[in-house]
């Protein structure tokens, strides 16, 4: 039992860096409409900023997180007001392959300019752990999830108790109803796309704190977002939460029970979303 608790723990714990990762997605595909592929490497970039606060100017990253946030804020606007405005009312395969290329792009740069080695950072609470009971957790992934969950009740917060947030809401459900009533829906778009990225590279400040920075670290993060977001439901935060959380533990469970779980976990999103499409498809065609 102690080690079934330990693993529900565990995978508890690593849902709120999935929820984190998947919110930003599902911002972007809910309230601008479009599936950014290059989700990933704007946490990308926020790991290798955090890796960088601490290796050149000594800033514990946690520290580095709401510069980071402002920054990768700035950057997704301007990729909006550049790029993405202008394949909003084009066909769904052209926003697609913008994405894809500017994810390509961006990794490319990467490895170009940092090189394919990974970069850790060393942190004074990177070994301790803190005792539940007889249960125990790592010092840094409790930390990084108290920071998702702040962060997300944070963005539930604006979407549901600002302006803002019922301006973004109204354009997800009805673009020109409310354009009707006065919305500057090319603004609502900017500040969605830019939050989406900043959640990305938050998520990615953690990423970096738990494991490391590297070209490619946001690839996986990135396809379990998608995961999640299609359990939930494309645009659908509300059911970020509760996907990750599925997606956390059924991880931690195969780990723990599955003989070398250890390569099958990286497989469960894929089975979570071919079990999803079944599920939908079964109660579709009742």
Not at 18 to 25: D, K, R
Not at 112 to 121: A, D, E, F, S
Not at 190 to 207: H, N, P, R, Y
Request: proline share 2%.
């Amino acid at each position: 039992m102690e080690l079934f608790l330990q693993t529900l723990l565990n995978g508890l714990l690593q849902s709120g860096l999935y929820a984190l990762v998947a919110s930003g997605l599902a911002l972007a595909v809910g309230v601008v409409g479009i599936v950014n592929f290059a989700h990933g490497e704007f946490l990308m970039i926020g790991a290798f900023l955090a890796w960088g606060a601490s290796a050149y100017l000594g800033v514990d990253p946690l520290l580095s997180l709401p510069l980071v946030a402002v920054a990768v804020f700035v950057v997704g606007a301007l990729t909006y007001r550049v790029s993405i405005r202008h394949v909003l009312l084009a066909p769904e395969l052209n926003q697609m392959l913008l994405t894809f290329g500017l994810g390509i792009l961006l990794q490319n740069l990467a490895l170009m300019l940092l090189g394919g080695n990974t970069r850790t950072v060393t942190t004074p609470y990177q070994g301790s752990s803190i005792s539940l009971g007889d249960l125990s957790v790592g010092g840094p992934k409790l930390i990084a999830f108290g920071f998702a969950v702040a962060i997300l009740a944070g963005l539930y917060a604006v979407l549901y108790r600002t302006n803002l947030g019922r301006q973004m809401r109204a354009v997800a459900q009805n673009r020109r109803g409310s354009q009707l009533i006065g919305i500057n829906v090319d603004r609502v778009y900017l500040i969605a796309f830019g939050l989406s990225c900043g959640l990305a590279a938050v998520a990615g400040v953690l990423v970096a704190t738990l494991l490391f920075a590297s070209p490619t670290v946001g690839l996986v993060f990135a396809l379990k977002a998608f995961a999640i977001i299609v359990m939930a439901g494309l645009g659908n935060l509300t059911g970020v939460l509760w996907a990750s959380v599925v997606l956390g533990v059924s991880e931690a469970l195969v780990q723990t029970y599955v003989p070398g779980g250890g390569g099958w976990s990286d497989a469960v999103f894929f089975l979570l979303i071919f079990a999803t499409l079944v599920f939908r498809s079964y109660r579709g065609t009742r």
